[in-house]
């Protein structure tokens, strides 16, 4: 008998880190759905916004998980103050032609390519796959809402005139709470900006796609997901989310700390507060008394997202630009850790009792699959979208499911 080839599935992550993680994540599953021998993956991903543990990551993953690293683009032709999402973009159009090359000879190869999975931000990498003929699809490392809405810009962009925070009226899609246009996504509330132009190419681009695998659950948008199959021809496949323990010193100090005794504050891989927010959200902190473990970034006068290019020319140490003292008498209550922690670790350690955090996707769905309540502090891209879904948005959290076990107990027992 002849051995069945596994199935090779290309999957692109988009620059930075926290589009990294998710997509590396959806590979390694890949491999290892049906005992590993039905798939192989490559994970393809770019040098420019890459964090120096890009090549640890990489070599992490199963030996079944190829990966190819796309070469830096220049980008040096961008205005110094563009926002984040344009320098992204350019990124991804600009590798095309390497990608096109990676994608010919991985088809010419022996592995072939079965299907092609780009991520969220470089549905661009689909037009490459067209010409090809790979069946394509988009893997949504953000939830439906926000896919949903980032699908509707071309058409909010030919309805309307105004800049979406001036919309009289939220904007209602079906199986999503109403938006208001302050709400939505961050990177279109300024139609002047070229990051608003890319927006309704970017949704042009996704739509492409001839499936969503979207890092979303039933019981979190339940409704959305009912509507979107029912408009939409294509497929939507949720799966779960993941992520792994790693050892750091504050997980020792989490073991000191009483149960449910600790906020956790972190802004995700890009998230970064001005010197006055640094200082507030210290004296904020300090002046409750509250146990706390802060991971701290080096603040930025000019961009609420600036950790997501990199600290590189910051030679130094974040916790200096916290305020003078503050450190010290925080002593014993509160930890600070530079840079970056253990988070899906420390969000399932017993003393964590809450998350500041700016409600990137997969630390919403890490907070909520850890049951840790959450204070939104969102700060730029789809983070509002997330917030108002997080507290307007009835979810079915393991607390309601309990809640509604024991009162059809309490009916059953009156009979
Ligand atoms: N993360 C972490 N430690 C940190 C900061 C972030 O492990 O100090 C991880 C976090 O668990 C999550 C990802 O980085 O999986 C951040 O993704 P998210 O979508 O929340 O935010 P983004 O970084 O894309 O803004």
Redesign the pocket.
Known sequence: TTKKRAAHVVLLASP????L??VAELARRIVAHGGGAEFTTTLVTYTNFSSADLYSTLASLPPSVSTAVLSEVPLGDLPADARVETPIFTVVKRALPQLRDLLRSLLESPSGVAAFVADLLSPWALQVDVDLGVPRYLCC??NLMALSCMLHVPELDRTTTCEFRDLPEPVHLPGCVPLRGADHLDPIQNRSDPAYRLMVELAENQRLAQGFIVNTFNAMEHETLVAFKELSDKGVYPPASG?EADEHGCVRWLDEQPDASVLYV?L????TLSNKQTAELAAGLEASGQRFLM?VRFPSDKDCSASYFGTAEHGDDPLRYVPAGFLERTRGVGLC?P??????EILNHRAVGGFL??C?????L?AVTAGVPTLAWPLY?E?RMNAVMLSEQRILTKDYLSCLVRHLNSILDLF
């Not at 930075?16 to 589009?19: E, I, K, R, S």
Request: net charge negative.
């Open positions: 930075g880190t926290g589009h993680l998710p490392t953000t992520g972190c995700g891989s890009g998230g991971v850790v840079l970056w922690a253990p988070q899906v955090s700016h990137g996707w997969n630390s919403t890490e891209a983070q």
